[in-house]
């Protein structure tokens, strides 16, 4: 099949999005279907062996610095045809914004099947817009407004959650709903881990009796990192030989970091800001428990790493597919339990493991292939359906209004 994948989100934000985009890609790719990228352009223009850049990169101006995000406007004419060129059968996507809006009305353009992606729940990044009450219900409305009216008209809407997928029930009633979850990138090699883990623990200054709690994404608001730090501050001035690993950029890291100094627990935290993914997985390795204070996640890449690698993990939202409160993890119904709890759980290697092992069982099914199958399954499907409807599909494309040369 010929596939493209238009996103808002581009190298070198690191996100949920961009790394399912990635991942995406390279699985159809090594599946033997064409893809294209549609995505705002790298800042140098350029990507890197692991993330290339996208065939259709787009001028790009920031938007949200603070949460890493451009916006990058393109014209629906210019879209449906560079589409148009490249013999496009599905149209699949990832965001909401400028791009994906466009990717949108570039398919209906075309009369292409297009299938969407949820992967944010935009009611917990309400705070990055100026408003004067951004919690306030008529706020949540008028958005919950947009993304009905983005949603209409899709052949199909992927749900990477059960939370996602009563959201979008919710939101387009009448459209098909499938429940795909994310998968799991394959752990690197061992040997490659290994040098890794030695890498980091010098880099980090960790000492091999260090017991260490982990978190790992983006430094902002919404993933409540500063209430992490304040609820496990007491618990790490009272044990000398645990340290929280925190890792992740963002428009937070400076102000986090500032607090670490303030309060005086430069001894016991570690901030490094982004690492390279090879460092990330050594982390993971590194670590005992995986703590995470966020409760506007929708099936995160990081918690599903966390849990391949056979982590505990301890978290504050309850309705996270992998964690099972008792089997796979602990949910904590405050940020103080949810420090109690990871102590305790360091305190505790029996469980710890016990926990550790049902987490890495929740996460055995999310193998990339699996995931590739459910998305080719949905492409085919969206395929066949349009061209039942649409008998010209077969044959012609329907015209494509001529761009204007500049």
Known sequence: ??????????????????????????????????????????????????????????????????????AAPVRVGRLA??????????????????????????????????????????AHYLHYVRLPSPSHPWATHRLEGVLRRFLSGADRLIAPSSTAAQQLARLAPAHHVVQLPNAVPHPPAPA?????RTQLRVQ??????????????RVAAEK??????????????????????????????????AAVRRTGLERYVRLPGRLPYPQVRAAY?????????????????????????????????????????????????????????????????SRRLELGSGARQRVGRRSPSHHLAGLEAVYAEVVVDARRGHPLRTGVRPPVPQRRRR
């Open 1 to 70: 099949m010929r596939i493209a994948l238009i996103t808002d989100c581009t190298h070198p934000t690191r996100n949920g999005v961009t790394r399912m985009v990635e991942l995406t890609r390279a699985g159809l790719v090594a599946h033997g279907h064409r893809v294209v990228v549609v995505a705002p352009r790298p800042p140098n223009g350029v990507g890197t062996v692991d993330e290339p850049p996208p065939d259709l990169a787009l001028r790009a101006w920031p938007l949200l610095p603070s949460a890493q995000l451009t």
């Open 81 to 122: 045809g560079w589409l148009h060129d490249h013999d496009i059968e599905v149209v699949h996507t990832h965001t909401e914004g400028l791009v994906g809006a466009a990717g949108r009305a570039a398919a209906r353009r075309l009369d292409l099947p297009w299938v969407h992606t949820l992967h944010t729940f935009y």
């Open 192 to 196: 490659l881990a290994s040098a890794a």
């Open 204 to 217: 980090l200054e960790l000492r091999r009796q260090d017991r260490i709690l982990l978190t790992v994404g």
């Open 224 to 257: 409540r990192c500063r209430q992490l730090l304040t609820a496990l501050a007491p618990q790490l001035r009272a044990h000398d030989d645990i340290r929280l690993l925190m890792i992740g950029g963002g428009g937070e890291l400076k102000r986090l970091r």
């Open 285 to 349: 390795d590194l670590a005992e428990v995986y703590v995470s204070a966020s409760v506007s996640e929708n099936d995160p890449l990081t918690l599903l790493e966390a849990a391949q690698a056979g982590l505990a993990l301890v978290v504050r939202q309850p309705d996270l597919d992998v964690v099972v409160d008792g089997v796979s993890g602990v949910v904590a119904p405050t940020d103080d339990g949810l420090a109690h709890e990871a102590v305790r759980l360091l305190d505790e290697p």
